[in-house]
């Protein structure tokens, strides 16, 4: 199948963007009643996506998905499907980054169409994104971010185009190169913006997801990978014909982790996961923590670890002090009604015999002892008394004649 010409390409063009005109004018009423059920949280909105989470106790307020602004750094195979996934789900704001076109190659990813081919990424993403969730606000920026100017642009993005007009909630990185992992990492490493690493192998049969807190997790710099560390060009792994991470399958799963980890750190439900993995051949999923390290290349980064420092340093001072505060000494018996001592091993124990009401209070004999067992107590008293006077040789004669 040969590819279409320019010409025809811009005829299919003028064709698709008709359609989409008609189809908007004769759906203009039926969207502003969907727009209207959207903004009002009601079992029969079609745009609650999370509503089930809510009902089963997992999220308190999923309709705060819709204050939220994130950032997807490249569509193709993984990026294509997060957008789509973070779409369905409801977020406020999405914000896409890329410089590339769709092309007939691209079709084996689960979001584009064969009559997109030659439009920007970008914009295709945002034409059929708008069509599945009209309340999603969407900015499509087609450039490069590597490049000296477009990357302070993109950093001015980061920083300043969320719904608030500041910095975005969150960054989501799925490029397929070195060079623009390390821009990602720059910029949220200077802004101090928490981001998410994700990329498939260049068999198509594996894949990862990385959350980075600048400086309190490893960021990209922090570990490059092995062929970069090496001085080795990634571009010579490159084989012509060859597609990286071409499997939906893969880049579908990946996505899945991807836009899940997501949500939970945004509407804070679970536990983000600071790495994990997946090996479609082995049914392999690893996970891991990584810290950052001390001697990273980043400026920005060791920055952030030193204040990430101390911010722990204080959290625990103010732990140790709270704990002192609520220390109080504690009575064990705070009532005694029977006065009862307790006594270290060795040491004497109080004498209960003397007849001391205050010593002895509470104390006293079951049964009053007779008169003739008080006498045969004072015989034997006696008797053991005139034996202790006796001395030892003469009982030792006596015990021989018996």
Known sequence: ?????????????????????????????????ITKMSAEVVDSNPYSRLMALKRMGIVENYENIRNFTVAVVGVGGVGSVTAEMLTRCGIGKLILFDY???????????????????????????LTLQHINPDVEIEAYNYNITTVDN???????????????GPIELTLCCVDNFEARMAVNRACNELNLNWFESGVSENAVSGHIQFIKPGETSCFECAPPLIVASNIDEKT????GVCAASLPTTMGIVAGFLVQNALKYLLNFGQVTKYLGYNALLDYFPTMSLKPNETCSDPFCVKRQQEFKLREEQ?????????????VEEVLHPDNEFQIE????????????????NKNTGVKHAFPASVENQANEHDASNEANEMSSIPLEDLMSKLKNL
């Open 151 to 165: 990357f302070d642009h993109f950093m001015n993005v980061l920083s300043t185009r969320s719904l608030s007009n």
């Open 342 to 357: 307790l006594c270290d091993e060795g040491e004497d124990l109080p004498d209960l015999t003397k007849n001391d009401k």
């Open 100 to 126: 590339d076109k769709v092309e007939l190659a691209n079709m084996n990813r689960l979001f584009y169409q064969p009559h997109q081919a030659g439009l920007s990424k970008v914009e295709a993403a945002k």
């Open 315 to 327: 959290r625990l001072r103010e732990q140790v002090d709270v704990v002192e505060e609520e220390k």
């Open 1 to 33: 199948m040969s590819e279409p010409t320019i010409s025809e390409l811009k005829e299919q063009i003028r064709k698709y963007e008709l359609q989409l005109e008609q189809e908007k004018l004769k759906n203009m009423k039926q969207r502003e009643k």
């Open 237 to 240: 792994l490159k084989r012509d």
